[in-house]
């Protein structure tokens, strides 16, 4: 599951036309998260905004140019399953590319930005602030 | 005392008979935020705009009069409602939480100073939290607690710890929005009163769901929201014993609440235009005596017994799911509010899962951190029942909830 990409999900989606399957695949998403070690789950990196916490680290791969991957998790499965898609948009890229992503786009093109509650949605643009933000930080270290 | 007539009720509510997408009936079980309107209370708003609609008190022309003469009428109906004794002690305010800051800053600034003490516990909504801290902090005032037991009720035989000739103001809630817990507000009333203080009720949950009498209870202000009383949103009330609407400053300046103006000071107009500056919310004040004419003509009483009965039904069924944790007291001590968690479920996933099968809870804090903190969990899942509720919602519920089990894999 964590190699999942956007387009494939995209591809997913389009197979799933209907919300309440869709819920169910981000569900499934959400089980299927790799589990963030206890020692991540601190206040420091946990994203304010959500509902449900958020705890959200990113890890800068040393290639050249550095890549960036993120590792989340909630105590809410449907937010575990946002965070699958969070991943797959932003995980593997680089600092540069993953500043340039338009999220919202992205979420629009998904149906999520009209299926999820406000609560959800901020929490999911926090967490995306926060990936752009450790983007940056990683920009800075390289 | 009649028994209610379920399915008459529910055809009040047209909102009830309009199928969601995929024809799923509606299952409305979040009353306690804010409570569906019958189809009297939609009429008589829209009767306001497209019959008589003006500004209110000051037309003598045909419509500012209709418009004056309803108010009053939805004013005094009002009054019967909690059975105040005078129509000058019924403010119209913009809701509960206007209503209790009106109190806090209103009363509480001119009559506490430092040293005063203000009685709150944990059970209490925000409205009826915060603006105490706020006087608190501005008048040197210190908010104490009144300690609650294991199972969410006020801890009375503690009552000692807390009240004493120091307390000037015990704020409390009729019901908890959370707990469902009813607090008994007659014995607090007695007990602050002879320790020389005031009682202040917030109804916003209480008043929907059973007889409120200030007079008998020995209330001295109690506030309540339109909206939570199948009424118009945006409209609220505010009850003050009259002499201590005397002693209360109003919170907003201008328009209708002065007497005489100068250039440099004011004087005001007695209550309750004193705390109704600018223009009031016309429509819904009088549709909100529709409201009360509804819940009048169905009884009390008889809305409080069927609420019971769905109550009881909803919290023996609910024990059926494994790892269901109901917090707040048995049901002899509560009002028809559940709210549950279930072990491995995270409350904002039950309620979207509810949502696909058409079951409408809250989750969340409820407004309630102090509590949820007590009660070492940071959101919990609220079904609240009001008058068009039955057995078949709650039977709608247990399905939902098991569907969500299945797909949290918990089962
Ligand atoms: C106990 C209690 N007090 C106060 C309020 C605030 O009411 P309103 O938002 O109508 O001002 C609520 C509403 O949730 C409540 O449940």
Not at chain 1, 91 to 120: M, Y
Request: charged share 25%.
């Amino acid at each position: 599951m964590q190699d999942l990409t956007i387009d494939e999900l995209y591809e997913e989606f389009e197979d799933l036309p209907d919300w309440d399957e869709r819920c169910d695949y981000l569900i499934d998403l959400g089980f299927n998260l790799p589990e963030l070690p206890a020692e991540a789950k601190i206040e420091e990196n946990r994203v304010h905004g959500c509902q449900s916490n958020v705890w959200l680290v990113a890890d800068i791969k040393n290639s050249t140019p550095p890549t960036v991957e993120f590792l989340a998790n909630s105590d809410a499965v449907i937010v575990n399953g946002l965070i699958a898609v969070i991943a797959a948009l932003y995980s593997g890229k680089t600092p540069q590319e993953i500043i340039a992503i338009d999220a919202q786009d992205v979420f629009k093109k998904l149906g999520l930005e009209r299926h999820l509650s406000p609560q959800r949605r901020n929490g999911l643009y926090s967490m995306v602030q926060r990936v752009r933000e450790l983007a940056v930080q990683a920009e800075a270290q390289s | 005392m009649n028994p209610l007539d379920i399915d008459a009720v529910r055809g009040d509510f047209p909102i009830l008979h309009k199928p969601l997408p995929k024809g799923l009936p509606l299952v409305y079980l979040d009353s306690g935020s804010s409570a569906q309107k019958p189809q009297c209370v939609i009429d008589k708003e829209r009767e306001v705009y497209e019959n008589y609609y003006a500004n209110a008190y000051r037309g003598v022309y045909r419509f500012g009069s209709i418009v004056d003469e309803e108010l009053e009428g939805a004013r005094e109906k009002i009054r019967q409602f909690i059975n105040a004794e005078h129509s000058e002690e019924i403010v119209f305010t913009a809701g509960c939480t206007m209503s209790l800051n009106l109190v806090a800053s209103g009363w509480g600034k001119r009559n506490l100073k430092a040293g005063d003490e203000i009685i709150l516990n944990e059970m209490e909504h925000h409205a009826n939290l915060v603006p105490w801290q706020q006087l608190a902090l501005q008048t040197g005032a210190t908010c104490r607690f009144l300690p609650l037991t294991e199972d969410g009720r006020l801890d009375m035989d503690r009552i000692g710890e807390v009240l004493s000739d120091k307390t000037k103001v015990l704020a409390v809630t009729g019901m908890s929005n959370v707990l469902g817990t009813i607090n008994p507000i007659a014995e607090l009333a007695k007990k602050a009163h002879d320790a020389g203080a005031i009682i202040v009720v917030d109804g916003a949950q209480s008043v929907p769901h059973e007889q409120t009498d200030v007079v008998a209870s020995e209330i001295d202000f109690l506030t309540f929201s339109g909206h939570k009383l199948y009424g118009p949103s945006g409209i609220g009330v505010l009850y003050g014993k009259r002499e201590l609407l005397e002693q209360t400053d109003p919170m907003l300046f201008g328009g209708h609440m002065i007497d005489r103006v100068y250039k440099d000071h004011s004087t005001w107009a007695p209550s309750p235009a004193k705390f109704e500056a600018g223009t009031i919310q016309i429509a819904q004040a009088i549709a909100l005596g529709s409201a009360i004419d509804y819940m009048t003509t169905l009884g009390m009483e008889s809305v409080h017994a069927h609420e019971r009965d769905v109550l009881e039904y909803a919290y023996t069924r609910l024990q059926e799911i494994p790892g269901m944790r109901i917090y707040g007291p048995g049901i002899e001590h509560r009002g028809a509010i559940t709210s549950f968690t279930i072990d491995g479920a995270h409350p904002e996933d039950l309620a979207q899962l509810l949502d696909r099968k058409g079951v409408f809870v809250r989750h969340g804090h409820h407004c309630t951190m102090p509590l949820h903190d007590l009660l070492g969990v940071s959101a919990t899942v609220r079904a609240s029942f009001g008058v068009y509720n039955s057995r078949g919602d709650v039977d709608a519920l247990m399905d939902a909830i098991q569907f969500a089990c299945q797909r949290l894999r918990l089962t």
